[in-house]
């Protein structure tokens, strides 16, 4: 962080007029609203008692603002439902990457073993494997073949290693001091005490941007819940939302509101749980693992 | 092109100590062939296996049987191309990819550097910004997909806005506006992402090109241009891959926005149609050869991309 604020300060280097400096703020500014209007809107709409896209229903309108979408929505898929199984598929994604990816990372980083290398290259090599050759393959070992249709184990399996997790673990254990471990191996800690006690606390800041990074692809994760959940009681709050939108909504009497409500409730935990640690998501954290 | 933004591996001399024999056959450390062992059988179970497996499908003659049943699957050769590519809709959705890429690729790229090198020079309402760039990122389609079905629909606020301008039928259920609406609303869900990507990457121009095009009277514009857009090729060649990658994988967005690749299969995505064929009608085989057809093409497109676009290094 430090390092960051003193780089900033020589950034004088091309020195901008001052129309160049507004038109920049301009670009960001434009570039801000875009990015932030359909949320407010999502907001806005989730709150109206009748749906109205007038330029006029932008704008909060204290007699057409109402809770009852919620309501609505809550009564056609059941949101606690939705979000908890959510959850759990999310809950199983960051347990099985936070212990198996750490170790894995751990080992790519500090362990010399036959092998390192190419597990490296295949930590690399699955990221840029297109999902859409492996759904048919996927769904018929799994939902067919091992009978994990609507199961949360059969859900949580192709996610369960984040592989860019493994590689931004490897890259943080990297970083470490190699003396710190030859010292502590001398006293004779083994590598699990190792990992536990030395590795783990000084890159504890980097594991928030993991948890965060894992955390965004099965909660919001949508095509492969969905081919395997039939069962309503078993899908994450982004596949019933979706049945939601597709077939339901026709019959609601204010599908708009009641759609929107919807989103806000999935969108929340993920906007929330990010303004919260944003300070932690750090483009330098995240270029140096994603895609290799 | 998966180095591209990694510092280079760190390499170590090989540290002191005889080799022992176990040394020799598992490395000094055997240990961390243990640690891995989870994250190699789940590399080998999620990711080659299928990946065999369907290139095997696709030359199969496969259907979903009950599970435990003993089945034939004789060897096809061809016949699951042939029949998946003897069906215009299959043709269609390739070309709706492909339009999809024109207006996507291109857009993304130009967008997210302009925006990334706005971002890096500010200092003030730096958090505010960044949060507002990601957030469509982080988000779930499902959840946005809502508000832009809000947005462009018939009497949605974008054709209040335009007014007579609003094309009819509306964005969405138009022909010739379904897949241009959808591509362009990836490009924004996205490119918070490739703004990231372009972040890490501007770190890493070396500030003295940016003196010394000072020092040679070049402007802000001149600077960028000569400057920070060679500097940051090697980004440039992964966001074109992976927006590529990311087009092709093209599901949710038709599924949802447009009722499933509607209006008349003008916005169905290869994808879609695995879906749609392999799983809901029950053709796995004619679904995996299309998975394959999809990937070779796009492996060809990021091979195009890469000698075009990465230069000679």
Excluded: C
Aim: hydrophobic share 50%; aromatic share 12%; net charge positive.
């Amino acid at each position: 962080m430090a390092r960051t604020a003193s780089t900033r300060k020589q950034f004088t280097y091309t020195r901008m007029s001052r129309p160049q400096r507004i038109l920049r703020g301009v670009v960001l500014g434009i570039g801000a609203l875009a990015f932030l209007f359909p949320f407010y809107y999502m907001v806005i709409g989730s709150l109206q008692a009748k749906p109205d896209a007038t330029v006029a229903g932008a704008f909060p309108n204290a007699g057409n603002l109402t809770g009852q979408n919620y309501v609505q929505i809550n009564d056609r898929i059941s949101l606690f439902q939705g979000l908890l199984n959510s959850g759990i598929f999310t809950g199983g994604v960051l347990i099985g990457t936070m212990v198996f990816g750490l170790l894995a990372g751990y080992a790519l980083a500090v362990l010399q073993w036959r092998g390192r290398g190419v597990t490296f290259a295949l930590a690399l090599l699955v990221q840029v494997i297109p999902f859409q050759l492996l759904m048919i393959p996927l769904y018929v070992l799994i939902a067919r073949d091992y009978g994990l249709a609507d199961n949360y184990l059969g859900m949580i399996l192709p996610f369960f290693i984040n592989s860019t997790a493994v590689v931004i673990f490897r890259q943080y254990f990297l970083q470490l001091p190699k003396e710190l471990f030859e010292a502590a191996r001398i006293d004779g800690a083994s590598e699990l005490v190792l990992l536990w006690r030395i590795a783990i606390p000084l890159v504890r800041p980097g594991l928030i941007t993991v948890v965060l990074l894992t955390f965004i692809g099965p909660w919001n994760e949508f095509l492969w819940p969905f081919l395997v959940t039939k069962e309503s009681s078993l899908q994450p709050l982004a596949v019933s939302l979706a049945n939601y939108i597709s077939n339901v909504a026709a019959s609601a009497s204010n599908p708009f509101g009641a759609t929107l409500a919807g989103a806000v409730v999935l969108a929340a935990p993920v906007v929330v749980l990010f303004i919260v640690f944003q300070r932690y998501f750090v483009s330098t954290n995240i270029g140096s693992g994603v895609k290799g | 092109m998966s180095v591209l933004l990694t510092p280079p591996a760190v390499t170590r001399p090989p540290e002191g100590g005889k080799p022992t024999r176990r040394g020799r056959i598992l490395g000094k450390h055997p240990l961390g062939l243990l640690f891995s062992a989870p994250y190699l059988v789940f590399v080998i179970a999620v990711f080659a296996y299928p990946l065999v497996y369907s290139v095997w499908i696709s030359f199969h003659d496969f259907f979903f049987a009950a599970p435990g049943a003993q089945v034939d699957r004789p060897f096809v050769g061809l016949q699951n191309y042939i029949t998946a590519f003897s069906d215009p809709a299959v043709i269609r959705s390739f070309g709706n990819v492909g339009i999809f890429l024109l207006i996507n690729v291109p857009l993304t790229v130009v967008l997210s550097l302009l925006l990334a090198s706005a971002l890096n020079k500010v200092t003030r309402f730096r958090a505010f910004l960044r949060v507002s760039f990601y957030v469509p990122y982080l988000t779930a389609s499902v959840a946005v997909v809502a508000v832009w079905l809000f947005l462009f629909n018939g009497n949605g606020l974008v054709n209040q806005v335009l007014g007579p301008l609003a094309p009819s039928p509306s964005w969405l259920v138009n022909e010739r506006w379904a897949m241009p609406t959808i591509a362009l609303f990836v490009t924004w869900k996205q490119l918070g992402f490739y703004i990231l990507l372009y972040l890490a990457a501007l770190q890493a121009v070396p500030k003295e090109l940016y003196e010394s095009a000072s020092t040679d009277g070049a402007g802000a514009v001149r600077s960028f241009f000569s400057v920070t857009v060679p500097g940051v090729r090697p980004a440039t060649v992964l966001v074109l891959l992976v927006s590529t990658v990311t087009g092709a994988n093209l599901f949710t967005e038709p599924y949802l926005l447009t009722g499933g690749g509607g209006p008349n299969g003008a916005s169905a995505s290869p994808v879609l149609i695995m879906y749609q064929d392999g799983l809901q009608q029950g053709h796995p085989d004619t679904a995996a050869a299309i998975g394959v057809v999809l990937v070779i093409v796009v492996l060809g497109i990021a091979l195009l991309q890469n000698r075009f676009a990465g230069g000679n290094d």
